[in-house]
């Protein structure tokens, strides 16, 4: 998210990309976002209000992280990495895939991550 996006921006992106996504908030288990964005008041305060962690990775995780759909120019020069929703949904999900590309709603960028570990658990 931009640098001090209101409470309504993060709930209106996230609940516009569950939607587009055939997805519910009750099937989240956790948000993630990079170390730049730890801080953000909007973003602790949904998470803290929804019941969810936020999982914080460093840059250097995220930038090893190289499948990005979206590339961020801006993002690249203000952060050092090519994006951040997209690693860090797929970091956040290491047996998952995405579900939906990096989607942006005023100020809000999403990506969503659907964990396939049940998946191959039930095919062994």
Do not use: M, Y
Not at 48 to 71: T, Y
Not at 91 to 107: C, Q, R, V
């Amino acid at each position: 998210c931009r640098r001090g996006v209101s409470l309504t921006q993060i709930k209106t992106a996230v609940n516009k990309s569950l939607k587009a996504a055939k997805r519910s908030l009750n099937e989240v288990r956790e948000v993630a976002t990079i170390d730049a964005k730890a801080n953000e008041i909007s973003l602790r305060q949904w998470c803290a209000s929804n019941e969810l962690p936020l999982r914080i990775f460093s840059r250097k995780l995220v930038s090893s992280r190289p499948w990005i759909i979206q590339p961020s120019p801006w993002v690249k020069q203000t952060l050092g990495v090519d994006g951040v929703c997209e690693p860090c949904a797929l970091l956040a999900s290491p047996h998952g895939e995405l579900i939906s590309n990096k989607t942006a709603h005023n100020g809000v960028t999403v990506a969503i991550a659907a964990d396939l570990e049940k998946t191959f658990q039930s095919h062994l």
